[in-house]
Nanobody, 116 residues
Framework: QVQLVESGGGLVQPGGSLRLSCAVS????????MGWYRQAPGKQRELVAL???????VYVDSVKGRFTISRDNAKNTIDLQMNELKPDDTAVYYC??????????WGQGTQVTVSS
Protein backbone atom coordinates (compact mmCIF):
# COMPACT_ATOMS: atom_id res chain seq x y z
CA GLN A 1 0.00 0.00 0.00
CA VAL A 2 1.02 3.58 -0.66
CA GLN A 3 1.31 5.97 2.26
CA LEU A 4 2.12 9.67 2.45
CA VAL A 5 2.23 10.94 6.03
CA GLU A 6 2.62 14.65 6.76
CA SER A 7 3.94 16.07 10.02
CA GLY A 8 5.18 19.34 11.46
CA GLY A 9 2.08 21.49 11.39
CA GLY A 10 0.97 23.62 14.29
CA LEU A 11 0.22 27.09 15.60
CA VAL A 12 2.75 29.84 14.96
CA GLN A 13 2.80 33.63 15.24
CA PRO A 14 3.10 35.87 12.18
CA GLY A 15 6.73 36.11 11.16
CA GLY A 16 7.54 32.70 12.58
CA SER A 17 8.70 29.50 10.90
CA LEU A 18 7.62 25.89 10.55
CA ARG A 19 9.03 22.88 8.75
CA LEU A 20 6.63 20.34 7.29
CA SER A 21 7.73 16.83 6.42
CA CYS A 22 6.15 14.07 4.33
CA ALA A 23 7.24 10.44 4.68
CA VAL A 24 6.45 8.28 1.64
CA SER A 25 6.26 4.51 1.35
CA UNK A 26 4.93 1.95 -1.12
CA UNK A 27 6.24 3.59 -4.31
CA UNK A 28 9.57 4.00 -6.06
CA UNK A 29 9.98 7.45 -4.57
CA UNK A 30 12.88 8.58 -6.76
CA UNK A 31 10.83 8.46 -10.00
CA UNK A 32 7.93 10.55 -8.66
CA UNK A 33 7.58 14.29 -8.82
CA MET A 34 6.41 15.67 -5.47
CA GLY A 35 4.43 18.66 -4.33
CA TRP A 36 2.85 20.52 -1.45
CA TYR A 37 -0.71 21.85 -1.76
CA ARG A 38 -2.80 23.79 0.71
CA GLN A 39 -6.47 24.51 1.27
CA ALA A 40 -7.71 27.37 3.42
CA PRO A 41 -11.27 27.62 4.77
CA GLY A 42 -13.68 28.63 2.01
CA LYS A 43 -11.01 28.49 -0.69
CA GLN A 44 -9.93 26.07 -3.39
CA ARG A 45 -6.91 23.87 -3.00
CA GLU A 46 -3.81 25.47 -4.50
CA LEU A 47 -0.36 24.27 -5.42
CA VAL A 48 2.24 25.76 -3.09
CA ALA A 49 5.44 24.18 -4.37
CA LEU A 50 6.64 21.23 -6.39
CA UNK A 51 9.95 19.51 -6.84
CA UNK A 52 10.97 17.25 -9.68
CA UNK A 53 12.79 13.94 -9.53
CA UNK A 54 16.08 15.80 -10.03
CA UNK A 55 15.38 18.53 -7.50
CA UNK A 56 14.12 21.40 -9.65
CA UNK A 57 11.57 23.45 -7.68
CA VAL A 58 8.78 25.90 -8.50
CA TYR A 59 6.57 27.96 -6.17
CA VAL A 60 3.34 29.88 -6.19
CA ASP A 61 4.08 33.61 -6.29
CA SER A 62 2.71 34.25 -2.80
CA VAL A 63 5.38 32.09 -1.13
CA LYS A 64 8.42 32.81 -3.29
CA GLY A 65 11.37 33.84 -1.16
CA ARG A 66 9.74 32.52 2.02
CA PHE A 67 9.19 28.78 1.44
CA THR A 68 11.67 26.13 0.33
CA ILE A 69 10.76 22.63 -0.85
CA SER A 70 13.32 19.84 -0.70
CA ARG A 71 13.52 16.08 -1.13
CA ASP A 72 15.73 13.31 0.17
CA ASN A 73 15.61 10.28 -2.11
CA ALA A 74 17.59 8.20 0.39
CA LYS A 75 14.97 8.74 3.11
CA ASN A 76 11.86 8.90 0.89
CA THR A 77 10.86 12.27 2.32
CA ILE A 78 10.04 15.79 1.21
CA ASP A 79 10.11 18.89 3.39
CA LEU A 80 8.63 22.35 3.19
CA GLN A 81 10.54 24.98 5.13
CA MET A 82 8.19 27.91 5.75
CA ASN A 83 9.62 31.22 6.94
CA GLU A 84 8.12 34.67 7.51
CA LEU A 85 4.70 33.11 7.92
CA LYS A 86 1.61 35.22 7.40
CA PRO A 87 -2.02 34.72 8.49
CA ASP A 88 -2.89 34.04 4.83
CA ASP A 89 -0.68 30.94 5.01
CA THR A 90 -3.19 29.34 7.38
CA ALA A 91 -4.44 26.15 5.72
CA VAL A 92 -4.31 22.39 5.70
CA TYR A 93 -1.16 21.39 3.85
CA TYR A 94 -1.15 18.21 1.74
CA CYS A 95 1.69 16.14 0.36
CA UNK A 96 1.34 14.91 -3.25
CA UNK A 97 3.26 12.32 -5.25
CA UNK A 98 2.70 11.97 -8.98
CA UNK A 99 3.81 10.75 -12.36
CA UNK A 100 2.02 13.22 -14.60
CA UNK A 101 -0.99 11.71 -16.35
CA UNK A 102 -0.40 8.25 -14.90
CA UNK A 103 -0.35 8.03 -11.10
CA UNK A 104 -0.96 10.26 -8.11
CA UNK A 105 -1.20 9.85 -4.35
CA TRP A 106 -2.17 12.18 -1.50
CA GLY A 107 -1.48 12.47 2.18
CA GLN A 108 -4.11 13.22 4.81
CA GLY A 109 -2.88 16.74 5.49
CA THR A 110 -1.48 18.70 8.41
CA GLN A 111 -2.92 21.92 9.84
CA VAL A 112 -0.89 25.13 9.82
CA THR A 113 -2.34 28.08 11.71
CA VAL A 114 -0.65 31.49 11.67
CA SER A 115 -2.23 33.80 14.21
CA SER A 116 -1.35 36.44 16.76
Amino acid sequence: QVQLVESGGGLVQPGGSLRLSCAVSGIIFSIYDMGWYRQAPGKQRELVALISTIGSAVYVDSVKGRFTISRDNAKNTIDLQMNELKPDDTAVYYCHAFILGKYEYWGQGTQVTVSS
